[in-house]
Nanobody, 125 residues
Framework: QGQLVESGGGLVQAGDSLTLSCAAP????????MGWFRQPPGKEREFVAG????????TYADSVKGRFTISRDNAKNTVYLQMNSLKPEDTAVYYC??????????????????WGQGTQVTVSS
């Protein structure tokens, strides 16, 4: 529990790109579904993107479709979130989460049983 580590957050301008990474040093999650969530200031946590253990299925929130890409490299035990055309509305703390292996992507928080500490993404106008 609590072994996921996010990195790659920072301050960027609208229209810029940013890539987040999620890793779990000392263990693997190659058999687990993974997801990204975010929590804007003063708002509830929301689902961003999810990927099954095999990468066969991927799901995105409507707000990021066409702009964000989730991927994983099981050999490197790392999950990525590539974010393009960033908007100020994307400003949030981004969390990486691990669930169990499943054929389908789950978008609800309770499915995920391990979370990182979060990485701040701030998009200025």
């Amino acid at each position: 529990q609590g072994q996921l580590v996010e990195s790659g957050g920072g301050l960027v301008q609208a229209g810029d790109s940013l890539t987040l990474s999620c890793a779990a040093p000392g263990r693997t999650f190659s058999s687990d579904n993974m997801g990204w969530f975010r929590q804007p200031p003063g708002k509830e946590r929301e689902f961003v993107a999810g990927i099954t253990w095999s990468s066969r299925r991927i799901t995105y929130a409507d707000s990021v479709k066409g702009r964000f890409t989730i991927s994983r490299d099981n050999a490197k035990n790392t999950v990525y979130l590539q974010m393009n055309s960033l908007k100020p509305e994307d400003t949030a703390v981004y969390y990486c989460a691990k669930g169990r292996g499943s054929t389908f992507v789950e978008i609800t928080g309770p499915f995920y049983d391990d979370w990182g500490q979060g990485t701040q993404v701030t998009v200025s106008s």
